[in-house]
């Protein structure tokens, strides 16, 4: 027994050492910009760009956005799927893992071939246009995580008992929808979300493709001209995805000890 437990003791601490020890690396390498000692210059150097700001800004706004539609399409059709039609749900299923299996790449050029300036639909033939199909690229992206986290959610309650308490007060599917559903998935809701901010921030081919300026493709264009601003923004990249996956298992604790609504 004592041999198991200090065999798995040992494989977990050369899990972490797989992933610590490179993000070490390149933490300390990132505070040595100031030859023979160490400093937050390359931070610095980072957080005054007004490039910086601007795409980080923009990824921002885009994420924010992304969460917001993505939720209002899949809150809604998993709901919808789950009390009416549940014959389809292997078909949405399917149709939602869709794009990890469909490269990014591939996608966003099928964007491309479908609503350039010379089609029915010319959203990339101006800047909102463009900013719009990015915004969809990044829900097609992001739909495999969003939906799973709402249907988990969506398991954990009574749809059918709910919507027909709510029917007999008097309430209309909008009522429904926003004061009785949404308030018992905010859980899966908001996991989604924080995996839909932690890919947007970090997506780069869409809006490399797509000429955006996002976070991502900023990176790269640091990544390729600097030495030590690639370190910090790689600690600064590492620390927002950690953030988003604390905050899931945060909202995850807290909607485990709370009643569900009725």
């Known amino acids: 027994m004592k041999a198991q437990r200090l065999g798995a003791w ?10 610590i020890i490179p993000l070490l690396g390149t933490l300390e390498f990132s505070l040595r910009m100031r030859r023979g000692e160490y400093s937050f210059d390359a931070y610095r150097s980072v957080f005054s760009d007004l490039q910086f700001r601007e795409t980080f800004g923009y990824s921002m706004m885009m994420a924010v956005l992304t969460i917001v539609f993505g ?6 059709t998993a709901y919808w799927v789950r009390l ?3 014959q389809v749900r292997p078909i949405i299923e399917f149709i939602t893992l869709l794009p990890l299996v469909i490269p990014a790449i591939v996608i966003v050029f099928g964007y491309l ?5 010379s ?7 101006s800047i909102s246009g463009t900013n719009a199909l990015l915004m969809f690229s990044y829900m097609t992206l992001s739909l495999p995580y969003m939906y799973r986290a709402v249907d988990t959610a969506m398991r954990a309650i009574d749809v059918r008992t709910l919507t027909e308490a709510a029917e007999s007060l008097g309430a209309k599917w909008p009522t429904i929808l926003f004061r009785c ?4 998935v905010m859980s899966g ?19 490399a493709l797509l000429n955006r300026p996002a976070f991502g493709p900023y990176l790269q264009l640091v ?14 990249a590492f620390a927002i995805t950690w953030l988003s996956m604390g905050l899931i298992q945060l909202v995850s604790r807290i909607q485990k000890s709370a009643p569900a609504k009725a």
């Open 113 to 117: 071939r479908l609503y350039n300036s």
């Open 84 to 86: 009416r039609l549940p």
């Open 10 to 19: 040992i494989a977990i601490a050369i899990g972490a050492s797989y992933f």
């Open 181 to 184: 559903i949404f308030p018992n």
């Open 189 to 207: 809701v908001l996991s989604g979300a924080f995996i839909t901010f932690a890919i947007v921030m970090g997506e780069f081919t869409m809006a």
């Open 223 to 236: 990544g390729a001209n600097k030495a030590y601003e690639p370190s910090a923004l790689a600690v600064i």
């Open 71 to 76: 939720m209002l399409l899949v809150v809604p």
């Open 119 to 125: 089609s029915w639909i010319p959203l990339t033939g």
